[in-house]
């Protein structure tokens, strides 16, 4: 029980940690590098830096944001290695497998940012209905909510003792580790990439988005009656996405 309590101390503080951060950074003078705005503005000469500030709060906000979507997972692991001397090493590799695939998408999410900006940029007719890009965000999640890819990776991520056991394999233990972590987050990327894809609609620092997104993504994966919220999520987010689309016309 003692080191249940350890184990859920240590991944709060990493979670409460990085929200503290994302508040802090998003009141601080380079606050704007949260929210992607200035991306489609900067030249291509002047990209390193930016890019490497927004990559820097894509992890945060990860950690902040789906860290929690995997405690499952990760307490699952923590009972099974609980007796290894290295076990903290472990539990970390399996965190970072699961950000990196995470930080993976991050790249691939900003670039497409970037092109959007650009593209808004050398169109005046899409500059003057820019909100048609975040109608059109709304309603692919909303619309993703009813795929089948969702639902088979929303049901890998709720079952993490199977997970676990497809995975884990007990030589080359580190490496196992990480990989285990990678595995996992393939499949919750697959399940929340649409949902995440909206907070470049409202920026990385909203931290109301962040909460709501965050409490929802948790409650699909982790809770008895998740599943259910899937489909009256995907009609909120279709009809918030018609609505932009009829005030707007």
Known sequence: MAERRAFLALLASLVGSAWIALWIWGRSPYGRYLGHQQLGEL???????????????????????????????????????????DRLQLLALVIAGYLAVWLGFGIAAHAGDWLVHELVERSSWLEARAWLIGAATLMIAGAFQFSRLKYRCL????????????????????????????????????????????MFGVGVGNVAWMLGLGAVMAAEKNLSWGRKLSAPLGVALIGLGGLLLITNL
């Not at 993490?160 to 990678?182: C, D, I, K």
Request: proline share 5%; aromatic share 12%; net charge positive.
């Open 155 to 198: 049901e890998k991520c709720r079952a993490p003792l199977s997970f676990v056991t497809e995975y884990w394999r007990g030589r080359h233990e580190q490496r196992n580790a990480f990989l285990l972590g990678m595995h996992h987050g393939v499949f919750c990327v697959g399940c929340c990439w649409a949902l995440m894809l909206l």
């Open 43 to 85: 030249g291509t000469d002047s990209l390193l830096l930016p890019v490497t500030f927004y990559l820097v709060g894509w992890t945060l906000m990860t950690v902040a944001m789906m860290l929690p979507t995997a405690l499952p997972l990760l307490e699952r692991f923590h009972r099974l290695t609980e007796q290894r001397e």
